[in-house]
């Protein structure tokens, strides 16, 4: 039902408008000018201005179906990695590419192309389809922001699909819940050649630190990563400041918990082991730990109804669809806390956030053809 070339050309139309995180205001005006085309009732909250983006906010927009049961979610973010501005789409016999300039943008214009499709196909039913509300969302490739500041009341879902992940072959069905951390240590610095001993090294205490706290990989479910570490600026003097960034992901909300409070004791034990006299005064380092929750987990069960419609609409379209576990998040993540079961279907989008992204158009239109068959199997 779906139709490929009126799909693809919107796609190419869609990857032509530059909508950079923060810049989406363009394709934000011809979303919501389309979906009102569609039939749609467009509702855009007014979040845009809380995180500095030039679009008014995210877009929901209903299109009313038959019968009183909830309607099913699609949900794609209008944002693209840098470089996207300027992008050349080249349709290669079964493939889009960029001219090689830009990223494409398939990442997640595909999503948003597959989302207007289905609401075309549903239109032609003239009714007789159940509730769709379709999810907009800005600012998704940093920190997944528009999704945290959604205005939720305004979803009436709870089951749904979101368009935004790569191979069509796979569901993403969980996904690590993440901590942002900052470490700052402050020793105390001495002349290096002079009176080391008078001082406290800041990579002493971080050493200490770091050999009773479990990093890296901590459990099955669980990982924790230093990526960023500055400090000093002299090779003469004992070494005072050091700061480090860092992140802990688990697919447990327990666990995630666990691992930053392991952090913080780690941290406090090395404080003192490093308490010591000099010249009849008591010096200590000091150590400070920011920690900020990124975003939650997301745990969806492989027999919500949003799975199972998923699965069983893909094998219709011979496809095996595998409900996976990603180590990424996205918005599905955040809206998770809100009470939402978005698993996350491939759309066919391959190497993204680089200049060989490429959308695969088989898996692009078999993806196009699931979600169509997945809404009109749903029952509210
Ligand atoms: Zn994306």
Known sequence: MINE??????????????SESFNEA?????????????????????????????????????????????????????DTVCPGVGVKPCVKKDRVTSDGTTILGADD????????????V????????????????????????????LDYSKIKGTDGLILDNESSEELIIRGPGKYNFNVAIHGVTAHAGVCPEKGISALDV?????RLMKHGRVDKETVCNFGVISGGRITNAVLSELTLKGEVRSLNAKKLEKQIKHMKDCFAKAEKAFVKKVDGKTIQPKIEIE???????????????????????????????????????????????????????????????????????????RAARIVVDTVLSYRG
């Open 5 to 18: 070339k009126r799909l693809l050309d919107n796609f190419l139309k869609l990857v032509q408008i530059d």
């Open 26 to 78: 363009k394709i934000h005006k011809v979303l919501v000018e389309e979906l009102k085309k569609l039939g749609c009732i467009v509702y855009v909250d007014k979040s845009g201005k809380k995180f500095n983006t030039n679009a008014a906010g995210n877009i929901i927009a209903t299109l009313k179906g038959k019968g009183k049961g909830k309607p099913f979610i699609l949900s794609a973010h209008m």
């Open 109 to 120: 214009k595909a999503g948003i192309a597959i989302i207007l499709e289905t609401l075309r």
């Open 122 to 149: 549903l239109k032609e039913l003239k009714g007789n389809h159940p509730s769709v509300q379709v999810i907009f969302t800005l600012c998704e490739e940093v920190c997944i922001t528009g999704a945290k500041y």
């Open 206 to 210: 971080l050493s200490k630190a770091m």
């Open 291 to 365: 920690t900020e929750l990124s975003y939650g987990a997301q745990n969806i069960s492989k027999t919500s109804t949003s799975v199972k419609l998923t699965i069983a609409a893909a094998r219709k379209h011979g496809v095996n669809l595998k409900a996976i576990v990603c180590g990424g998040g996205c918005d599905a993540n955040v809206m998770a806390q809100h009470g939402l079961a978005l698993p996350n279907l491939g759309i066919g989008v391959e190497k993204c956030h680089s200049l060989d992204e490429y959308l695969s158009l088989p898996d692009f239109y």
